[in-house]
Protein backbone atom coordinates (compact mmCIF):
# COMPACT_ATOMS: atom_id res chain seq x y z
CA UNK A 1 0.00 0.00 0.00
CA UNK A 2 2.63 2.61 1.11
CA UNK A 3 6.54 2.65 -0.19
CA UNK A 4 9.16 3.98 1.43
CA UNK A 5 7.56 4.27 4.84
CA UNK A 6 9.91 4.29 7.58
CA UNK A 7 10.19 1.68 9.72
CA UNK A 8 8.80 3.73 13.13
CA UNK A 9 5.78 4.88 11.06
CA UNK A 10 4.52 1.52 10.16
CA UNK A 11 4.03 0.61 13.48
CA UNK A 12 3.39 4.49 15.07
CA UNK A 13 2.15 3.90 18.80
CA UNK A 14 0.17 6.86 19.20
CA UNK A 15 -2.97 9.01 17.97
CA UNK A 16 -1.34 12.06 17.46
CA UNK A 17 0.99 12.95 14.75
CA UNK A 18 3.07 15.82 13.58
CA UNK A 19 4.17 17.49 16.45
CA UNK A 20 7.78 17.06 16.23
CA UNK A 21 8.60 18.26 19.59
CA UNK A 22 6.75 15.25 20.63
CA UNK A 23 8.13 12.63 18.85
CA UNK A 24 11.36 14.08 19.62
CA UNK A 25 11.00 13.93 23.29
CA UNK A 26 9.69 10.22 22.55
CA UNK A 27 12.67 9.54 20.14
CA UNK A 28 14.86 10.56 23.46
CA UNK A 29 16.48 13.38 21.19
CA UNK A 30 17.16 11.71 18.45
CA UNK A 31 14.15 12.66 16.34
CA UNK A 32 15.30 14.03 12.71
CA UNK A 33 12.26 15.32 11.47
CA UNK A 34 13.81 14.61 7.54
CA UNK A 35 13.89 10.88 8.38
CA UNK A 36 9.45 11.66 8.32
CA UNK A 37 9.75 13.63 4.82
CA UNK A 38 10.48 11.45 1.49
CA UNK A 39 9.66 12.55 -2.56
CA UNK A 40 9.49 9.10 -3.19
CA UNK A 41 7.22 7.96 -1.10
CA UNK A 42 3.72 6.71 -2.11
CA UNK A 43 0.13 6.10 -0.58
CA UNK A 44 -3.03 5.40 -2.22
CA UNK A 45 -5.46 8.16 -2.54
CA UNK A 46 -2.64 10.79 -1.41
CA UNK A 47 -5.52 13.91 -2.47
CA UNK A 48 -8.66 12.41 -0.56
CA UNK A 49 -6.03 11.49 2.99
CA UNK A 50 -5.08 15.68 2.84
CA UNK A 51 -8.45 16.59 2.02
CA UNK A 52 -9.69 14.56 5.25
CA UNK A 53 -7.07 15.96 7.04
CA UNK A 54 -7.46 19.74 5.82
CA UNK A 55 -11.44 19.44 6.77
CA UNK A 56 -11.82 17.55 10.25
CA UNK A 57 -14.00 19.32 12.35
CA UNK A 58 -12.54 19.30 15.86
CA UNK A 59 -9.89 22.30 16.04
CA UNK A 60 -8.34 23.91 18.46
CA UNK A 61 -7.40 27.52 17.11
CA UNK A 62 -4.98 30.34 18.06
CA UNK A 63 -5.07 32.00 14.67
CA UNK A 64 -1.54 32.29 14.79
CA UNK A 65 -0.73 32.70 10.98
CA UNK A 66 3.18 32.55 9.74
CA UNK A 67 4.88 31.70 6.74
CA UNK A 68 5.69 28.00 7.02
CA UNK A 69 9.55 27.04 6.99
CA UNK A 70 9.72 25.80 3.92
CA UNK A 71 7.72 27.97 1.48
CA UNK A 72 6.04 31.03 1.26
CA UNK A 73 2.45 30.26 1.92
CA UNK A 74 1.06 30.94 5.37
CA UNK A 75 0.10 28.29 7.60
CA UNK A 76 -2.19 28.34 10.94
CA UNK A 77 0.57 27.71 13.45
CA UNK A 78 -0.89 26.41 17.14
CA UNK A 79 -4.11 24.98 15.46
CA UNK A 80 -4.64 20.97 16.23
CA UNK A 81 -7.00 18.95 14.68
CA UNK A 82 -9.10 15.57 15.92
CA UNK A 83 -11.56 13.29 13.59
CA UNK A 84 -12.40 12.29 17.60
CA UNK A 85 -10.03 9.38 17.00
CA UNK A 86 -6.30 10.83 16.25
CA UNK A 87 -5.14 14.48 17.09
CA UNK A 88 -2.66 16.17 14.33
CA UNK A 89 -1.25 19.98 13.94
CA UNK A 90 -3.33 21.43 10.82
CA UNK A 91 0.13 22.15 9.46
CA UNK A 92 0.13 18.40 8.62
CA UNK A 93 -1.77 18.77 5.51
CA UNK A 94 0.29 21.50 3.89
CA UNK A 95 3.66 19.46 4.86
CA UNK A 96 2.74 16.29 3.73
CA UNK A 97 0.67 17.86 0.13
CA UNK A 98 4.36 20.20 -0.21
CA UNK A 99 6.45 19.19 1.64
CA UNK A 100 6.74 15.32 1.55
CA UNK A 101 5.77 13.98 4.52
CA UNK A 102 5.35 11.15 5.64
CA UNK A 103 2.36 9.58 7.34
CA UNK A 104 1.96 6.32 9.83
CA UNK A 105 0.75 3.54 8.21
CA UNK A 106 -1.88 3.08 10.89
CA UNK A 107 -3.19 6.64 10.05
CA UNK A 108 -3.69 6.23 6.12
CA UNK A 109 -5.70 2.86 7.14
CA UNK A 110 -8.03 4.80 10.03
CA UNK A 111 -8.60 7.43 7.68
CA UNK A 112 -9.30 4.64 4.48
CA UNK A 113 -11.88 2.82 7.04
CA UNK A 114 -13.47 6.38 7.36
CA UNK A 115 -13.81 6.07 3.60
CA UNK A 116 -11.69 9.02 3.30
CA UNK A 117 -14.93 11.27 4.91
CA UNK A 118 -14.30 13.33 7.99
CA UNK A 119 -16.90 12.77 10.61
CA UNK A 120 -19.43 15.60 10.94
CA UNK A 121 -19.01 16.35 14.38
CA UNK A 122 -16.81 16.86 17.26
CA UNK A 123 -17.70 13.97 19.96
CA UNK A 124 -14.25 14.44 21.55
CA UNK A 125 -14.22 16.87 24.50
CA UNK A 126 -10.97 18.53 24.04
CA UNK A 127 -9.65 17.31 27.03
CA UNK A 128 -9.83 13.65 25.77
CA UNK A 129 -8.04 14.12 22.22
CA UNK A 130 -5.17 12.24 21.86
CA UNK A 131 -2.67 14.87 22.73
CA UNK A 132 0.99 14.00 22.76
CA UNK A 133 1.47 12.66 26.28
CA UNK A 134 -1.91 12.27 27.57
CA UNK A 135 -3.17 8.94 28.62
CA UNK A 136 -5.58 8.51 26.24
CA UNK A 137 -3.35 6.90 23.70
CA UNK A 138 -3.19 3.13 25.17
ZN1 LIG B 1 5.23 25.10 3.08
Not at 15 to 29: I, L, S
Not at 60 to 65: D, E, K, M
Not at 73 to 81: A, F, G, R
Request: net charge negative; aromatic share 16%.
Amino acid sequence: MTKHTPPSLQHWPYHWYGFWVAETFEANGTFNVERYRDPQWQCENKEAIIAYLKNCPGMACQQNSKKCSRCDEMVSYSTYMTDNVWCWPATLAHNVEHHYFVLPDNFIAHIAENNYTPPEKLTLPMDKWPWPDSDNNT
